[in-house]
């Protein structure tokens, strides 16, 4: 919601009265002077001559992911995904669930524990939706076999029942309801093939859509609401 429609709520005084105590310098956002009424206010800490103004709200972000970021909040080897959002939005943010380095496309950030552990946990099975480009055509067989589960190398438990769907020879989407370690990669390593890029179109019912990369929005309610 727009700042200065906040501040009218939030006080009980007209826009205009808001919007002067604006001009002021009356108003912090996450604790910096904030003069501009069209401000989107999501979750900050609004405060208005020092006062807090409501609870500030958990945060949830949906980040188009570029390759080269570690989806961590520090590494010493690679630029953190939280460089891509501004600082005040950063604290206590962490990534709901993780991408690799080099994939690409819709990754989920949180101060909301219980949210980002409700994403992840197994027993919530919360789909992903992948485009694959593979190096070598699919095989006939690859359909089926990912659907039926298969072994990774390692694991002692097949895949949980995974939907595949042709683009072109070598490009895929993949559809899986769980987050094992490189899993799409090892899927595909299984049956001999291997991914040249790996990017993430859905979470969820949470859809990456026309947000362009590097680029980050707040969820919606509703998106909120479906995990
Ligand atoms: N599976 C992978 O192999 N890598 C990712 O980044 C996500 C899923």
């Known amino acids: 919601m727009r ?18 105590a604006l001009h002021r310098g009356e108003v912090t956002v996450d604790g910096e002077i904030v003069k501009k009424s069209d401000q989107q206010i ?12 409501g609870e500030p709200k958990a945060r949830y972000v949906l980040l ?15 630029p953190c995904v939280l460089q891509l959002l501004p600082p005040e939005l950063c604290r206590g943010i962490q990534c709901a669930g993780r991408l690799d380095v080099d994939t690409t496309g819709a990754l989920l950030l949180t101060d909301d524990g ?3 552990h409700r994403l992840r946990a197994p027993k919530h099975a919360c789909k992903k939706v992948y485009q694959v480009d593979l190096a070598e055509p699919l095989a006939m067989d690859v359909a089926t076999l990912f659907a039926e589960g298969i072994m990774l190398h390692g694991e002692d438990k097949p895949t949980l029942p995974a939907q595949l769907e042709t683009v072109t020879a ?10 094992k370690y490189h899993q799409v990669k ?3 390593a299984a049956v001999g093939n291997f991914v040249v890029a790996l990017h993430r179109l859905q979470v969820a019912e949470i859809v990456l859509g026309d947000l362009p990369e590097g680029q980050w929005r707040y969820l919606t309610a509703e998106e909120v609401a479906s995990i």
Not at 46 to 53: A, I, S
Not at 64 to 78: E, L, R, V, Y
Not at 170 to 178: F, G
């Open 3 to 20: 700042l200065d429609r906040f501040l009218a709520e939030a006080t009980g005084q007209t826009r205009t009265v808001v919007k002067k």
């Open 114 to 116: 219980q949210w980002s």
């Open 42 to 53: 999501n979750g900050q800490a609004v405060c208005l001559e020092g006062r807090l103004l």
């Open 186 to 188: 090892r899927m595909f």
């Open 64 to 78: 188009h992911k570029p390759a080269g970021f570690i989806s961590a909040t520090q590494d010493d080897a690679h």
């Open 170 to 179: 070598t490009r895929v989407l993949l559809t899986i309801q769980e987050g």
